[in-house]
């Protein structure tokens, strides 16, 4: 990590360990903290669709499926909460093995469609199986977090630091994965499975790897989820929020690490200060979302990032190198990533 | 033996519905070459132009149709200049969350004009026949009857005008249509303009049965989804055939196995089929 | 050291390629020509396992490698570059060639979560291959320049470096030299024969006729999927029956 950046992550986490204090209120506490139960999910769903090129429209079933682990064995089985929580990233992932072996042989506007599809049968499920679910009427009463070593976990700021924890450790491991071989590795299926066959890249089995561990994060996300607000409904399953996530990931960056951060903690503080959009966010979003898919693919984060290398790229190029002229004509017809 | 006849005529009258959509969706498909998430959308809004011509201008029925085929069919020629032909060369992750922002857009936009309330869309085709035993409401039989006429027409305006053939041509193969000096743009806003009328006027046909809501798109896209990649991407046939299909297969699946899971029919034979044949049942027209 | 034997693959009732042998010796260049849609770049997925083949063997340095997958290939030792070369426009020209030794690594996901000495020693390892592989292909003096912004020769080039980073033994290339100027050709050449000088065996496809004639050991000719020739760029230049396959794809209709 460059020197600037490790000033911008730390600056970042005194903030995220001061807010409660720059907060006030427990409001913009719940605020924060949803935030980043909906970063780590998308910090997940980044891996798989940012970095592997595979959009999977299924995230927030999967995201669901660790709420619902958590919920479910709490509720009905008495298990406690830190227990089931452990499980709900492993069965989010143990399902994602099935869900992936299936799917990611699949073409990518395919693949898309087949986890649209996934996703409903998740959702369609979670509000039919009475049963096992709930149905509609979705799992009340979960039980917070159990206390040891005299934290509190129904307390707000106690809650908000337990959920910050898990942000920080879920971006330090996405971290190291994406700037080591493995993140490379999976780039290089973004940029092209044939080439990245050409190199000797077994696809199925890191596109696998990729998979499991973004449905893992979003497992996960989903078991904080269920013991932070305590009651979960099927539309947690359902694909709008994936959607939410898409957009965060567009708007700060798809493919960076910051960018999918940035974004879901950026959009719903900035919903919650435009009061009048919470209702209509969409009809402004929708468009915002258009035009940043046409404008500046690269999400701010992503912008930013891009420009600067170029500046250290220019910085550190020998005179006498290709002109500007051969670099803008190579670019035209490039792929961008 | 009634019954099964009843959910014949369910089944025709859902494979209606599902063909006008998925023949949008799958000329669509040949121009963009991705999935175009916000045909949903497109479906909605033709529910609730017609909604508003009816209730607010007190237009007929067949205006109100009429109407919303129009009404789509401009929103959907917009959507191609303004936002996916400008996409043409970004990678295909762009254009499917571009067609999101789309259906984001046109969802919520209708929800904040009528809300997110449920709404009656009256027809005048109140009646119910009855023969044999098979009990025919008029609506249902209506919708058979227009989804027919309309696929018969489209049918003769892509195999007999010169037109249509461009746009079977693009929808099968782009580039070699380009390189036989095609205007793409010309065929292309054409086609977008098509599709948004075959879904604008499914939605106000099947509206008096099912309710106008702002998510009524959705499982209705998701199957259009299903059907044109089991009926091949692009392909016209393929998606007059699926439709009736996963129509037929709602139908007999709602009443002999269960109402509740009857969704999932058309998700779990996607998953199927894909889970045995990952490049779909047709390799014509496949990417 | 490369053997086929009747090497065939059918798509449907369309043969694209029907009973090609053939034998290319290590340490030698060979060039594939043949019209268009004579099946060469069939023939090259045949080889790397990007396609399974309908029949025929393929026999690698003696070992039988006939339907393996392309990873698996490429792990043998058989590189290859593509007519185009998709690269991470954002990233700089060293942070794309990293990946190329990838496949001589063995870190797993715990190596990455733990950040064990295997994980740092290799990824020191990658990114030496990947100086290296620049240095060989004369650009490591755009190490640090963002892919997106080199030129179509350099990216050519940096292809080439991207394949000699597997560390293969064999090098594939689907024309090398399209869309670049006679005199980036000639570079390209140059930078070819290095490649058979440092003990590769190279096999291309190409249309530069000059080029191959300068360049190559052996010429392999397929037309209509059938290989209609093989010799020296002498015997062929003199093969009637491939002047009738070139002069005869001009006179027909396209």
Known sequence: MSRHERYGWSALLLLALAFPWLAGNDYHLTVMSTAYIYAIATVGLNLITGYTGQFNLAHSGFMAVGAYTVGILTVDHGMPFWAAFALSGPVAALLGYFVGLVSLRLKTHFFSIFTLCVGYIMFLLIEKWEGLTHGTTGIVGIPAPESFAGLDFSEPRTQYYMVLLFLAASLWIMHRIVRSLLGRTFIAIRNGDELAQALGIDLMRNKLLAFMLSVFFAGMAGGLYAGYVRFIGPGIAAVEQTFDMTMYMLIGGIGTLAGPLLGAIGVPWLTQYLQFLQDYRFVVFGPVLVLLVIFLPHGVVGTWLLRRRRRDAERAAQPGSATPQAGARARKGTRHA | MELFLQQVLNGLTLGGVYCLVALGLTLVYGILHVPNFAHGAFYMAGAYVAFFLVTRLGFGYWAALAGAAAAVALISVLSERLVFYPLRNAPYLHHMIASIGILLFLESGAQAIWGADFHRMDTPYNGILSFGGVILPAQRLLIIGAAFLLVALLQLFLKKTVTGATIVALAQNREGAALVGIDANRVAMLTFAIAGALAGMAAVLYAPINLVYTSMGHLVITKAFVIIVLGGMGSVPGAIVGGLIIGFAEAFGAFYISTDYKDIIAFALLVLILSLRPQGLFQKGAH | ?254
């Open chain 3, 1 to 254: 050291m490369l053997e086929l034997t009747s090497l065939t693959k059918c798509f449907g009732g369309l043969t694209a390629v029907n009973g090609i042998s053939a034998r290319f010796e290590r340490g030698t260049i060979n060039a594939i020509i043949g019209p268009n849609g004579a099946g060469k770049t069939t023939f090259f997925n045949l080889v790397s396992g990007a396609l399974c083949p309908t029949s025929g063997r393929i026999v690698l340095d003696g070992r039988d490698v006939t339907g393996l997958r392309a990873d698996q290939v490429a792990r043998l030792g058989v590189a290859r570059t593509f007519q185009s070369t998709t690269l991470f426009d954002g990233a700089s020209v060293l942070d794309n060639l990293i990946v190329g030794h990838r496949l001589r690594t063995r870190s797993t996901l715990l190596d990455v979560v733990l950040g064990t000495r295997r994980l740092r020693d290799e990824e020191r390892a990658a990114r030496a291959k990947a100086r290296e592989a620049l240095d060989f292909v004369g650009l490591a003096h755009l190490e640090a320049r963002l892919a997106g912004d080199i030129s179509q020769e350099q990216r050519k080039r940096v292809a080439f470096a991207l394949a000699l980073a597997t560390d293969p033994v064999l090098v594939l290339l689907d024309e090398p030299a399209g869309g670049v100027n006679p005199e980036e050709t000639a570079g390209l050449a140059d930078l070819i024969r290095k490649m058979k000088a440092s003990g590769l065996t190279v096999c291309l496809i190409e249309h530069k006729m000059d080029m191959i004639m300068n360049l190559a050991d052996r010429i392999l000719v397929l037309n209509y999927g059938e290989r209609i020739a093989e010799g020296t760029p002498a015997e062929i230049r003199a093969n009637p029956v491939v002047i009738e396959a070139y002069l005869g794809s001009e006179h027909a209709a396209t």
